[in-house]
Nanobody
Framework: QVQLVESGGGLVQPGGSLRLSCAAS????????LAWFRQAPGKEREGVSC???????YYADSVKGRFTISRDNAKNTVYLQMNSLKPEDTAVYYC?????????????????WGQGTQVTVSS
């Protein structure tokens, strides 16, 4: 069965970095689009980045230039490198499988979700 397991979250000071990992099983990551979403308390879940099956990448304006999505096909894992973190990046981050990155900012079209990992940016 399909599973997505996130890891790498934690507490970091403003300006710091974290790398999130999403280990996939039950499918091959380069056959699907994989997206990262986040949900802050009291807010809707929003897509922040997506990578297509052929490696094209997309970023929300709020993270462009600071976050990088990548994929290791040998490890069947997708990553989100987050640099220059801000307090407003604080959220639970989720990995998601979808067929395409079109409309990646929205939850519609997501086929499977991971369980999420907490990222807290605070001094």
């Amino acid at each position: 069965q399909v599973q997505l397991v996130e890891s790498g979250g934690g507490l970091v000071q403003p300006g710091g970095s974290l790398r999130l990992s999403c280990a996939a099983s039950g499918f091959t990551v380069d056959h699907y689009a994989l997206a990262w979403f986040r949900q802050a308390p009291g807010k809707e879940r929003e897509g922040v980045s997506c990578i297509t099956s052929i490696g094209n990448t997309y970023y929300a304006d709020s993270v462009k230039g600071r976050f990088t999505i990548s994929r290791d096909n040998a490890k069947n894992t997708v990553y989100l490198q987050m640099n220059s973190l801000k307090p407003e990046d604080t959220a639970v981050y989720y990995c998601a499988q979808r067929l395409f990155c079109s409309d990646y900012k929205y939850t519609a079209g997501v086929r499977y979700w991971g369980q999420g990992t907490q990222v807290t940016v605070s001094s």
